[in-house]
């Protein structure tokens, strides 16, 4: 990705700011597209940062839309972390211990390295999540 990077803030010793904000522009997102369990049943993934486009710990933050009958089948991070963010919609999220929760709009889960999930939309409308990847030291 390119884009402007604009640094605001008071200046650390170090010389690092506080804040940066990241001005694409009309620049297209680079994007994903997966299907699970079928072809049509689709997601698609808008990398909105990814890792070294600053010096903080970052994988990548990604704006999602799981389009209805969409099912990211149970994997496990082993070194790394995940945020969700419902946005719009209903997701379903089954956690490491396999239980199924409905996650709403404003709803927030965290995946802990080692630990798994699976995430779908049974549902009639598409959801839209963002999602922060964070890698884990070992």
């Known amino acids: 990705l390119s884009g402007q990077i604009l640094y605001t803030g008071t200046q650390h010793e170090e010389g690092e700011v506080y804040s940066m904000i990241i001005r694409r522009g009309t620049e297209t997102f680079p994007t994903k597209s997966y ?40 994997h496990t991070h082993t070194d790394d972390e995940e945020i969700f963010v419902i946005l719009f919609g209903n997701a379903e999220y089954t956690d490491n211990d396999r239980n199924k929760h409905i996650l709403h709009a404003g709803d927030i889960m965290i995946c802990r390295s080692g630990e798994g999930h699976a995430i779908g939309n049974p549902f009639g409308e598409p959801t839209i999540l963002m999602e922060i990847n964070l890698p884990v030291d070992k």
Not at 42 to 69: C, M, S, W
């Open 35 to 74: 299907a699970f369990p079928d072809p049509d049943k689709i997601a698609t993934q808008h990398f909105l940062v990814n890792k070294g486009e600053y010096d903080g710990k970052l994988n990548h933050v990604v704006r999602a839309t799981l389009n209805p009958g969409f099912d990211l089948p149970f």
